[in-house]
């Protein structure tokens, strides 16, 4: 039996994960779930899943928590580092990381510090700290497998050498020549660029093909989350600058592909619905049910591609751009973002700013360098607080 912990368990990903793991029973105990606010929802889970450890990371909810399950077999881990020292200890084999943003480095830190096998589907965990993550689970021998759609296809499309040494993997020794990260584009694919300045929250959050939560929905919209993806790729896959490539398809049934010095190219498919990654992930390399219906080919009318446009999406070239500028200047960016976005969705910027605002903190922080995580977190505060700065004033502004 694998002892698996959820964090992020009340989000998108964790119903998906616990949906799959319900198909999976024989196979899986739920050890550990943590979450943020949603206490009502943690209370129903721990009952429904008779979990035996769980947290809320909110000091008010974590309380609350505490009292509504004190006749429960639940134990609620009272702080931060008893949380996490139960992550890193013999009651939890694999953890779901699935907490939104940089928020969930820490306890995915302590996943991977202790040897964990890692289920990655927080990518700004990976792209706020990069190599020092890869790192720390070659050290450890934690196992990280690549939860987001794309990067779980382009695992599955890896030749075995490559899966097992996924973060420092050799591309070219195994006749790789590219990985073709493919996006849906958004909801504003086609929107006319002169509109972005109206756009809302509701219509940002109405991603055409997957059901997800509120911040990599407008991540999508802006395709900030394609630009994030390319870093988690260069962290995972170990790529250079010519072995990824973007590409625009609209109906996200490719979830992404890897070319060879051949000519083949080996792209996954199925429908967009995140059970088919964590059923890949979850008892890897063994396939498991995951309750998602076969791709059926005649009901598919047509798969498109184009090539992303920059003047639409500035956020996908800030992301490049910010790849090939090092750590610090990823670690900035997502930072930055996170802070846009939350201002985004709560009315205060217009979307267009977005990417004014995670431009703009780039220029003002500066070349920055990342060699610890402890630096990591001195830039994260950093450009939050310069990000906050400008919110700020474009609130005045607007
Ligand atoms: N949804 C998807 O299809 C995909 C998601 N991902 C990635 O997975 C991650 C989760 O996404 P998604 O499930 O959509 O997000 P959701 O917003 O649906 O869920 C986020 C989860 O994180 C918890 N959380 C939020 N803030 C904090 C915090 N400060 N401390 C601790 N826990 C917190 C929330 O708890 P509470 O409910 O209590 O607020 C909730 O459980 C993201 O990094 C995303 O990029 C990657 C690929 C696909
Ligand atoms: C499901 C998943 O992995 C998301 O990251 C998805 O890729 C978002 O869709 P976009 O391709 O529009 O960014
Ligand atoms: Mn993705």
């Known amino acids: 039996m694998k002892k698996l912990a959820i964090l992020g368990?009340?989000?998108?990903?964790?119903?998906?994960?616990?949906?799959?793991?319900?198909?999976?029973?024989?196979?899986?105990?739920?050890?550990?779930?943590?979450?943020?606010?949603?206490?009502?929802?943690?209370?129903?889970?721990?009952?429904?899943?008779?979990?035996?450890?769980?947290?809320?990371s909110c000091p008010d909810a974590n309380a609350k928590l505490q009292q509504l399950l004190e006749q429960d077999a639940t134990q609620v881990l009272v702080d931060q580092t008893e949380f996490e020292a139960c992550i890193a200890s013999v009651e939890v084999?694999?953890?779901?990381?699935?907490?939104?943003?940089?928020?969930?480095?820490?306890?995915?830190?302590?996943?991977?510090?202790?040897?964990?096998?890692?289920?990655?589907?927080?990518?700004?965990?990976?792209?706020?700290?990069g190599a020092l993550f890869m790192d720390a689970a070659q050290r450890s021998g934690a196992q990280v497998l690549p939860v987001d759609s794309e990067h779980n296809a382009i695992f599955q499309c890896l030749p075995p050498e490559c899966q097992a040494s996924i973060g420092h993997c050799d591309l070219k020794k195994s006749g790789i020549s590219q990985l073709i990260l493919t996006g849906s584009g958004g909801p504003f694919l086609t929107t006319p660029i002169s509109e972005f300045k109206h756009?809302?929250?509701?219509?940002?959050?109405?991603?055409?093909?997957?059901?997800?939560?509120?911040?990599?929905?407008?991540?999508?919209?802006?395709?900030?989350?394609?630009?994030?993806?390319?870093?988690?790729?260069?962290?995972?896959?170990?790529?250079?600058?010519?072995?990824?490539?973007?590409?625009?398809?609209?109906?996200?049934?490719?979830?992404?592909?890897?070319?060879?010095?051949?000519?083949?190219?080996?792209?996954?498919?199925?429908?967009?619905?995140?059970r088919t990654p964590i059923a890949h992930v979850m008892q890897?390399?063994?396939?498991?049910?995951?309750?998602?219906?076969?791709?059926?080919?005649?009901?598919?009318?047509?798969?498109?591609?184009?090539?992303?446009?920059?003047d639409r999406y500035p956020c996908l070239k800030l992301a490049?751009?910010?790849?090939?500028?090092?750590?610090?200047?990823?670690?900035l960016l997502n930072a930055?973002?996170?802070?846009?976005?939350?201002?985004?969705?709560?009315?205060?910027?217009?979307?267009?700013?977005?990417?004014?605002?995670?431009a703009e903190v780039l220029s003002k922080c500066g070349d920055q360098h990342a060699t610890s995580i402890e630096q990591v977190m001195?830039?994260?505060?950093?450009?939050?607080?310069?990000?906050l700065t400008l919110v700020a004033t474009n609130v005045r502004q607007a």
């Open 336 to 358: 930055a973002n996170e802070v846009a976005v939350e201002a985004f969705l709560q009315q205060k910027i217009r979307f267009d700013q977005i990417a004014s605002i995670a």
């Open 320 to 331: 490049i751009d910010a790849c090939y500028a090092g750590q610090g200047a990823t670690t």
């Open 199 to 274: 756009l809302t929250p509701a219509q940002a959050v109405k991603h055409p093909n997957w059901s997800m939560g509120p911040k990599i929905s407008v991540d999508s919209a802006t395709m900030m989350n394609k630009g994030l993806e390319y870093i988690e790729a260069k962290r995972l896959f170990n790529t250079e600058k010519s072995d990824i490539q973007v590409l625009i398809h609209p109906q996200s049934v490719i979830h992404s592909m890897v070319q060879y010095i051949d000519g083949s190219v080996l792209a996954q498919m199925g429908l967009p619905d995140m």
């Open 378 to 387: 001195f830039l994260d505060g950093l450009a939050r607080h310069t990000a």
């Open 93 to 129: 084999d694999a953890v779901m990381a699935a907490i939104v943003g940089a928020a969930g480095l820490a306890p995915t830190l302590a996943a991977v510090n202790a040897g964990k096998q890692v289920f990655l589907a927080n990518k700004e965990a990976l792209v706020m700290s």
């Open 284 to 310: 890897f390399p063994q396939r498991i049910q995951s309750g998602v219906a076969p791709l059926d080919f005649t009901q598919i009318s047509q798969l498109t591609f184009a090539a992303p446009d920059f």
């Open 9 to 56: 368990a009340t989000g998108s990903i964790g119903s998906s994960t616990l949906a799959v793991y319900a198909e999976n029973i024989e196979t899986m105990s739920l050890t550990l779930l943590s979450a943020w606010r949603n206490v009502d929802k943690m209370v129903d889970l721990c009952r429904e899943h008779h979990v035996s450890y769980a947290f809320m």
